[in-house]
């Protein structure tokens, strides 16, 4: 009997499945709607990755720690004295000793001390850091944890502009903890420097003002909610990120 040429396997074709469009509203200072604005999947449609967040958090928290400027300890090697053995090594009937500036005798080297010289930094690709922030974001955006105003602007620095602009935002809903909280409330970003805002904001100790290029996973880990101006040319900012 002639034998059937073997048919080849084809594998399945995967069913691509498009990416919804993200959406998101954008106020005004007066907590009103006034647009929407897509957001890209790319960046805030990513799956929460507990374990890259933690890896580039943990990481840059070590960069950020400093050594120990008061607190430094010697060990055996650099404590002075101890160069001649205190008594031979057998015949006494104590025991056996080499040096006296051995951590075992007092005035000796000290054992795993704190040491002003050690370094905690840690090297971080730079896309696991873009990977991280764009984890966080994408939770955060979830969780409606992240605002999108048009424009906040002052001509002149004023605390009492700010805590008012703070509570409107705190009545939009899903943002009713903005004026509660305490501490790391909100991080306002902005597309460019302003004196003006960071002054008006800076008085209030729950809030803190920072440029949108130099966000990063442990700010936007920090703070409870995101306040992002300028939505536009905040988001182009952040896409740069993944180089």
């Known amino acids: 009997m002639e034998k059937k040429p073997a048919q080849k396997k084809t594998l399945k074709e995967k069913k691509v499945v498009p990416a919804k469009d993200l959406k998101a509203p954008i106020f005004d200072i007066k907590g009103k709607e006034v647009d929407s604005i897509a957001l890209p999947t790319e960046i805030f449609g990513v799956k929460w990755n507990a374990d890259l967040v933690h890896q580039v958090v943990l990481g840059m928290q070590n960069n950020a720690r400093a050594g120990r400027a008061g607190a430094h300890t010697k060990n055996r090697g650099e404590v002075r004295g101890g160069g001649r053995k205190p008594w031979r090594q057998k015949g006494t009937g104590r025991a056996r000793h080499g040096s006296v500036r051995s951590p075992l005798w007092k005035g000796g080297g000290v054992t795993h001390g704190p040491r002003s010289d050690k370094d905690y930094s840690v090297t971080i690709p730079k896309k696991m850091r873009a990977s991280a922030l764009f984890s966080v974001l994408s939770r955060k955006l979830k969780d409606k944890e992240i605002l999108f105003v048009d424009a906040i602007a002052f001509t002149a620095p004023k605390t009492a502009d700010a805590k008012n602009i703070l509570g409107t935002f705190s009545k939009i809903a899903g943002f009713e903890k ?14 460019t420097a302003d004196e003006a805002v960071k002054k008006s904001f800076r008085n209030l100790g729950n809030v803190a003002v920072e440029e949108v290029r ?12 995101l306040v992002v101006v300028n939505p536009t040319g905040a988001i182009a900012t952040i896409t740069a990120k993944r180089g």
């Open 178 to 191: 903005m004026v509660g909280k305490k501490q790391n409330a909100a991080l306002i970003l902005t597309t």
């Open 214 to 225: 130099n966000l990063n996973a442990l700010d936007a880990m920090t703070y409870t909610y």
